[in-house]
């Protein structure tokens, strides 16, 4: 707070700003109207001389969206400490906000000449990232001999680019990537994700299988790769990729699940082959809950609950009983597997965790059954036990909304950003709510605009803020945030959303292709069949 730091001024010497309109601003700014506090600290720094209250009034103009404020108080900042080291950095900022193309311009410049200065460049291009200027600002950055010299700084303008959808540009770092660092597999597979997102599979394939013959893969790499290669309906493969590295119970689980996607028997019985490898009576509990894992990812239930059942190590007992009880659901018996997981509720294990996961795993297997009372009967029992447990508070937030119990749902949601005001995915999962479900437009926005703020390349986010946009009747601001949502997950609620608003702006074909590939990612998504139903009933 600039009045507690401020410190005595001199009476009489210029220096001391206006009080008034100093708490003004103070009080604007802690009730949220950053426009009004805006407005006040520039008054203020007006009437003073002190660089430090004229820098503040100026950054805070710019975090208001009030470029007029900021600019009338940034020329005095600059009167008063022309050499300030800041000032390029704030220049470039109003620059790009204010459209300024020279003055954003000579302060990259500028910026580029110091050591690092990129970071500062891209940095200011990310907060503002609309614009032609800021479009041209990016492209000259990943020209910079000193961001080509680096892989880091590289494929970190390359992730501006990507947010900007700056497709030739993309491409360019790409390329740029592996012929300046041939023997990165780093680069190898930042461009491979690249060219899968746009949808060059061939490219993508020959990226990844580049990077696994190389020497440098780190174990998170490789899984990175094995998991490109099960988006791009290779799962196989990246069992295979998974198997040339580190074995572990991760990995293991990850090549249980690329090999029952694959349908490889012969695949599936080698594995099985190698994880019992050692005499049946010296497995490791690891290995027997993964055996249970690709047992039930491939229906075999006798096996799974025959390998889950062996299990002894307590720590991985409980999670073991858990699995039981999904098998039991599976073979139609849901009353017992409720007895197991409220055994399992009702016991005294320390940890909490897993007590919590059984409330969560029960309500899921009754909700599977349609039987949401019951549901949130046992998110309310959990929650007696784990009071303001966020976990257990979020999914019976989504259960009411789900029984159309849109002020409960509301009310937990509350609850949670009382707790935790800065969760984006509880930001968002209220915005999401209240614009889906109510006509209070204008406050869901507000949310979802602090959800995107602090998760800007989150699809879900993403996908919320073009849903509200669509809702405030802007259809043509909302489609492009619905397109880069659904490029960034093909998920069928998004194509519902993103073929609704083409269909709106008068462009059937391609809503309706939008929508086919929705029905091939999920046919029984439930938002995708009302929008079916209501707009094109013949699909």
Do not use: C
């Amino acid at each position: 707070m600039y009045l507690l730091a401020a410190g005595p001024a001199a009476a009489g010497d210029g220096t001391a700003p206006p009080l008034d309109d100093l708490l003004a601003g103070e009080f604007a700014l802690q009730e949220g109207r950053p426009a009004e506090a805006a407005r006040h600290y520039a008054d203020a720094a007006l009437a003073s001389r002190d660089p430090r209250l004229a820098e503040r009034a100026a950054k805070l103009g710019l975090l208001a969206k009030q470029p007029d404020e900021a600019r009338r108080v940034y020329e005095h900042w600059r009167s008063l400490e022309p050499g300030a080291a800041s000032l390029s950095q704030f220049e470039l900022a109003l620059g790009l906000q204010y459209g300024d193309v020279p003055l954003a311009e000579k302060a990259a410049e500028a910026l580029l000449d110091r050591p690092g200065g990129w970071r500062q460049v891209l940095a200011a291009v990310i907060a503002e990232p609309e614009g032609s200027v800021a479009r041209r600002l990016v492209a000259e950055l990943a020209e910079q001999p000193s961001v080509q010299a680096d892989l880091d700084a590289l494929l970190a303008v390359g992730g501006a680019a990507d947010r900007m959808q700056l497709e030739g540009l993309i491409e360019r770092i790409g390329e740029l990537a592996v012929q300046r660092f041939p023997e990165r597999s780093r680069a190898w597979l930042w461009r491979a994700e690249a060219a899968r997102k746009r949808g060059h599979e061939t490219l993508a394939l020959s990226s990844v299988q580049h990077a696994l013959g190389l020497g440098d893969l780190s174990h998170d790499l490789r899984m990175a790769a094995a998991a490109m290669l099960a988006m791009m309906d290779q799962p196989k493969a990246g069992a295979e990729a998974l198997a040339g590295g580190e074995q572990t119970e991760a990995v293991w689980a990850a090549r249980a699940a690329y090999l029952a996607r694959s349908e490889d028997p012969e695949a599936i019985a080698a594995f099985v082959r190698e994880l019992t490898a050692d005499a049946a009576e010296t497995l490791s509990d690891e290995r027997r809950y993964v055996l249970g894992q690709l047992a039930e990812l491939t229906e075999d239930l006798e096996s799974a609950a025959k390998w889950y059942g062996s299990i002894t190590d307590e720590d991985r007992l409980p999670t073991a009983k858990m699995r039981l009880a999904v098998l039991a659901d599976k073979a139609g018996d849901l009353t017992r597997a409720r007895d197991m997981l409220q055994r399992l509720q009702e016991s005294d294990l320390d940890d909490g965790r897993t007590l919590i996961d059984a409330f969560l795993l029960e309500a899921e297997l009754l909700a599977g059954h349609d039987d949401l009372a019951a549901a949130v009967e046992t998110y309310d029992r959990g929650l007696h036990r784990f009071e303001d447990d966020s976990s257990l508070l979020y999914a019976r937030a989504l259960m009411h909304e789900r029984r159309d119990a849109i002020d409960l749902a509301e009310r937990d949601l509350r609850r949670m950003l009382e707790l935790d005001p800065d969760n984006a995915d509880v930001l968002n999962a209220l915005g999401y709510t209240l614009a889906d479900r109510t006509e209070r437009f204008d406050e869901a926005r507000g949310y979802i605009q602090r959800a995107l703020d602090k998760q800007p390349d989150n699809p879900a986010v993403i996908d919320s803020m073009g849903w509200v946009l669509f809702r405030l009747g802007k259809a043509d601001e909302a489609l492009p945030f619905l397109r880069r949502a659904f490029e960034l997950q093909r998920d069928a609620e998004v194509a519902a959303h993103l073929g609704e608003v083409l269909w709106a702006l008068g462009q059937q074909d391609e809503a309706r292709s939008i929508w086919r590939l929705g029905r091939e990612i999920d046919g029984d998504n439930a938002a995708l069949a009302e929008v079916l139903n209501r707009l094109a009933p013949e699909q």
